[in-house]
Nanobody, 124 residues
Framework: DVQLQASGGGLVQTGGSLRLSCAASGFTFGSTTMTWFRQAPGKGPEWVSSSNSGRGTSYYADSVKGRFTISRDTAKNTLYLQMNMLKAEDTAVYYC?????????????????WGQGTLVTVSS
């Protein structure tokens, strides 16, 4: 079974940093495109970033570009999201997911499996 567990969320002040982790198991992590998406209170899911295993490239939503960095440690089957210069509008539950999306000028996500998210609260 695919299992994904996000962690590392918490309360941080505007301008601060957090690093989220996602422990993955039950599939071949190294050859799977992985994604972070988030859901703010009262809003729908919002794609944040993807790490494309095939191309070895990363993609970011405009709202986080230049502030967030996605990375992966294949030896540890772990996906990361380094979040810097956090803003109040980054407050959300963050989820990691397998992704069957594609790139055509921009990333078009297609979430496969996701697990429990981790809450990030940015206080202003």
């Amino acid at each position: 079974d695919v299992q994904l567990q996000a962690s590392g969320g918490g309360l941080v002040q505007t301008g601060g940093s957090l690093r989220l982790s996602c422990a993955a198991s039950g599939f071949t992590f190294g050859s799977t495109t992985m994604t972070w998406f988030r859901q703010a209170p009262g809003k729908g899911p919002e794609w944040v970033s993807s790490s494309n295993s095939g191309r070895g490239t990363s993609y970011y939503a405009d709202s986080v570009k230049g502030r967030f960095t996605i990375s992966r440690d294949t030896a540890k089957n772990t996906l990361y999201l380094q979040m810097n210069m956090l803003k109040a509008e980054d407050t959300a539950v963050y989820y990691c997911a397998t992704d069957q999306g594609y790139y055509s000028g921009k990333w078009y996500p297609c979430y496969g499996s996701w697990g429990q998210g981790t809450l990030v609260t940015v206080s202003s």
